[in-house]
């Protein structure tokens, strides 16, 4: 069971728009931390998408954005792509385990 | 560009030790900026952080894995590592390296990941 909640799986045709949720606590996003997303791409590694809540990475198109309000973040993605099919990770700081953790991942299907 | 490549054996024994290396090319492991960190994914399932450590050798550790985990570095070799002791099936995973970008005073995400290393515990 992850500490950071987020739906198993989300779809949507190209060309239209997914937003994908990262539900946390009073120990985590609740804080005030901050919330990352990563994108994971079959067969490979994570890699950085949405740092500090809603900043971009240098070379992430703005195709992809974050956001974040009380527990909850959010990542958005318009103009879907069939590259952009992947396993996509929220990550924030929890006071109560002095350390990072992840939302358990949402398996994003472009129709 | 930093890159970070894991090492080590792909298959260890049910009670004893893993151990995993992660070499940094492209920057210097010492530079003030960066701590380094080690993450685990089971197959089919999520991320999950084990620990960090910074270049003079002071760590952080979830705290589920504590009790089992340390995570030293070799700056003359520009290297960090992973032991674990006392593996259980419940250990294999796929194992990242990545290095972690401070931001603000104790949060921090991870920049750069290694292609990670598949570790499996078996008799």
């Known amino acids: 069971q992850s500490v950071l909640t987020q739906p198993p799986s989300v779809s949507a045709a190209p060309g239209q728009r997914v937003t994908i949720s990262c539900t946390g606590s009073?120990?985590?996003?609740?804080?005030?931390?901050?919330v990352h997303w990563y994108q994971q791409l079959p067969g490979t590694a994570p890699k950085l998408l949405i740092y500090?809540?809603?900043n971009r990475p240098s070379g992430v198109p703005d195709r992809f954005s974050g956001s974040k309000s009380g527990s909850s973040a959010s990542l958005a993605i318009t103009g879907l792509q069939a590259e952009d099919e992947a396993d996509y990770y929220c990550?924030?700081?929890?006071?109560?385990?002095?350390?990072?953790?992840f939302g358990g991942g949402t398996k994003l299907t472009v129709l | 560009q930093v890159q970070l490549q894991e090492s080590g054996p792909g298959l260890v024994k049910p009670s004893q030790t893993l151990s995993l290396t992660c070499t940094v090319s492209?920057?210097?492991?010492?530079?003030?900026?960066?701590?380094w960190s080690w993450i685990r994914q089971p197959a089919g399932r999520g991320l999950e952080w084990i620990g960090r450590?910074?270049?003079?050798?002071?760590?952080n550790y979830n705290p589920s894995l504590k009790s089992r985990v340390t995570i030293s570095v070799d700056t003359s070799k520009n290297r960090f590592s992973l032991t674990l002791s006392s593996v259980t099936a419940a250990d294999t995973a796929l194992y990242y390296c990545?290095?972690?970008?401070?931001?603000?005073?104790?949060?921090?995400?991870?920049?750069?990941w290694g292609q990670g290393t598949l570790v499996a515990v078996s008799s």
């Open positions: 492209g920057g210097s492991i010492s530079s003030g900026t960066y701590y």
């Open positions: 009073s120990s985590n996003i609740g804080a005030r931390y901050d």
């Open positions: 990545a290095r972690v970008k401070m931001f603000g005073v104790i949060e921090y995400y991870f920049d750069s």
């Open positions: 450590i910074y270049a003079s050798g002071s760590t």
């Open positions: 990550q924030s700081y929890d006071r109560s385990l002095s350390g990072s953790v």
């Open positions: 500090g809540n809603s």
